[in-house]
T-cell receptor, first 113, second 112 residues
């Protein structure tokens, strides 16, 4: 079983719709969870971080965490063509810097006009 | 401006040759990481370092070596023992109090 699993996609949504991206992880001791966006040929950039169960909203983005189910998701409201990218889920075992940070394989999102 | 600088952006390696990828950060971050990304794949951890003069192997360390002599620098050497080194290499750093990792712009290595 992979440590962090994501559906590779592509996930296609129409412009203005809600895109839902999912991630599961295997280590129950994981404490820190991140979503990164990566455009083709570029380095990843941080979109959201979440540490506690529940929802965290930032603009059009909402991260959801359920530690009991070992599940973290990212919702993108009012999807725009500029949101077309690969979204990487990352998990770390502890809060505080310096720990092993493990990434999933990413989900490719395509927002269609 | 604070950030992470990787160099070179593109690198070509001949068979049997060692090459070193540079990663420098001026964010005063303690932790630094090296990842490898193959086409259409996620990031796989090669090595990481939480403090100067100390580093740990990641999931795919074979054929790679690192050093951490200075807080600001974490160079990665791709040795001739790495049989399939063509990939996109990403360096990242993380501060002590915050767990978000910030990435350099990457080095694309090609074997010729």
């Amino acid at each position: 079983q992979k440590e962090v699993e994501q559906n590779s996609g592509p996930l296609s949504v129409p412009e203005g719709a809600i895109a839902s991206l999912n991630c599961t992880y295997s280590d129950r001791g994981s404490q820190s969870f991140f979503w990164y966006r990566q455009y083709s040929g570029k380095s990843p950039e941080l979109i959201m971080s979440i540490y506690s169960n529940g929802d965290k909203e930032d603009g059009r983005f909402t991260a959801q965490l359920n530690k009991a189910s070992q599940y973290v998701s990212l919702l993108i409201r009012d999807s725009q063509p500029s949101d077309s990218a690969t979204y990487l889920c990352a998990v770390s075992p502890e809060q505080g810097g310096g720990n092993k940070l493990t990434f999933g394989t990413g989900t490719q999102l395509k927002v269609e006009l | 401006d604070g950030g992470i600088t990787q160099s070179p952006k593109y690198l070509f390696r001949k068979e049997g040759q060692n090459v070193t990828l540079s990663c420098e950060q001026n964010l005063n971050h303690d932790a630094m990481y090296w990842y490898r990304q193959d086409p259409g794949q996620g990031l796989r951890l090669i090595y990481y370092s939480q403090i100067v003069n100390d580093f740990q192997k990641g999931d795919i360390a074979e054929g790679y070596s690192v050093s951490r002599e200075k807080k600001e620098s974490f160079p990665l050497t791709v040795t001739s023992a790495q049989k399939n080194p063509t990939a996109f290499y990403l360096c990242a750093s993380m501060g002590r109090l915050r767990t978000e990792a910030f990435f350099g712009q990457g080095t694309r290595l090609t074997v010729v």
